[in-house]
């Protein structure tokens, strides 16, 4: 495949963009080019997308948050590029995320011409901002406020037509009750994140822009792993953390976060509990006790010599101290769906063991605690029917 190119500085007359490819050379650790490369984009702009520039100053104003940041003596802000129509003060805008936020401006500033937004110290008020232009605004409810979120202007009558709009801009993540939780600097990171991790097939439970707080803390309780892109922690956040033993993996570079936490998961699922679930066969009982030698289905999970067991009352029954095969050899572990005859010591037909009742791994309440996140998705139904048996026998 052939291409046509010339380097920027041949092109002599506009018709020449149409003929071939312009190339602009960049080196970002030389601060090259970028100058070069706006003035082309601007000028290609100007001569044959004009009419696609074009906005009109009357319809609401749509813009997208660059950064949101405290300003000492007014409280958070948020940077905007406004891309279209007009935002004037007391407007009621609609910022796009997860939970769209609803709220007014009570304040336009703007940097002297000769400053940049994000740089600038002191600023001017406006009562108004027209299309294309950045612009700082100030208003309530901006706590949730993050870069890359969308902002509309809206009247008071499209309210939820807007935030229906501005959710569907943001895009869905999907969610599960037991994945894990992400805390990023900005909405795109969020996307990103989550994408990636989804490719890898790790759950995500909760996922927005914004700071670690207490909540998510205690929401993470039960998952154990919290991703932290890019955001501060404060320190009695950080406390609460240690505090509840969880897992954080924090940085500013998502793949080595993630490769991070699979490396953590293979480690920890090592000595992540066995779950298990078994049914005892009645007509394969071949000793009553001292030990208990029966038939058994493994319907969830993997037994293990050595696991210990209970009933479904909640009493433990003893552990397994032999499994065999058909074959009549022993062996170490058994799969769902296999049925083999297993010892249990302690074990007593009639008494601690019911004909063709069910058995659990039996596990401590500590051994249940944040291990959800780490589980299959049958593994954590069983897990779930543990901890209920446990809670009722705690409640006798």
Known sequence: MNINADIFTNFKKPDDYKESFAVV???AIADYG????LLVLMGIANKFLLNKLETDSDTPGEGMILEARDVTGIGKTIDVIMYSGKISKGDTIVIGGMIP???KV????LSPESEEMRLAKKFNTTDEAIAACGIKIYAENLKDAEGGMPIYVC??????????????????????????????????????FAYLL???????KNARAGRVTKEDVIMGAAIAVIFVFNVHIAEDVENLIYEKKLKIFKGEVIYRLIEGYKEWSRNIKKE????AKIQVLSNCIFRANNPAV????????????????????GELVGSIIGIEAKKGEKVPSAKKGEEVPVSIDKGEIGKNIDKDGILYSFLTFEETAGIEGLLGGEEKVVLEEIKQIKRATVAK
């Open 155 to 192: 009247k008071p009558e499209t309210i939820e037509e807007t935030k229906a709009k501005a959710k569907t801009e943001t895009g869905e993540i999907s969610t599960s009750q037991n994945g894990v939780i992400i805390r990023t600097d900005t909405l795109g990171a969020v996307e990103a």
């Open 198 to 204: 989804n490719k890898e097939g790790i759950p995500i």
């Open 101 to 103: 936020i609803v709220t």
């Open 272 to 275: 992540v509990p066995n779950i």
């Open 25 to 27: 050379p960049l080196a």
């Open 294 to 313: 029966v038939g058994v289905r493994i319907l969830n999970g993997e037994i293990k010599t050595g696991m210990r067991l209970m009933n479904t009352r």
């Open 34 to 37: 970028i100058k070069d490369l």
């Open 106 to 109: 009570k304040n336009l500033l």
